[in-house]
């Protein structure tokens, strides 16, 4: 069992930035892979990036040089941040964190409000 926490989320004006940040407990040497994913409102869930245990990440092509997902720990995936550059109303969401374990068990934290307006 996996457990994550998210924190970090707030309004900003745009063009500023936002670092979230996840926290995974539990039997943590388990997950394979860590995302990000948001929802706006009237929308669907959709990935924003991802981590790979092996350091691998991926991007949404929407937010491709401007976020950053990184981990703090090569050895193990215990805290995943997700750094927000240059952020634009459209990047206001619901933010998401999303464990997936070695069979393939998903994890999801509560989310965090993510607010971008002038």
């Known amino acids: 069992q996996v457990r994550l926490v998210e924190s970090g989320g707030g309004m900003v004006q745009p063009g500023r930035s936002l670092r979230l940040s996840c926290v995974a407990s539990g039997n943590i040497d388990s997950i394979l892979y860590m995302r990000w994913y948001r929802q706006a409102p009237g929308e669907g869930r959709g990935l924003v990036a991802a981590?790979?245990?092996?350091?691998?990440?991926?991007?949404a092509d929407s937010v491709k040089g401007r976020f950053t997902i990184s981990r703090n720990n090569a050895k193990a995936m215990n805290t995943v941040s997700l750094q927000m550059n240059n952020l634009r109303p459209e990047d206001t969401a619901v933010y998401y964190c999303?464990?997936?374990?070695?069979?393939?068990?998903?994890?999801w934290g509560q989310g965090t409000q993510v607010t971008v307006s002038s």
């Open positions: 999303e464990a997936e374990d070695h069979i393939t068990n998903d994890y």
């Open positions: 981590i790979a245990r092996g350091g691998q990440t991926t991007y």
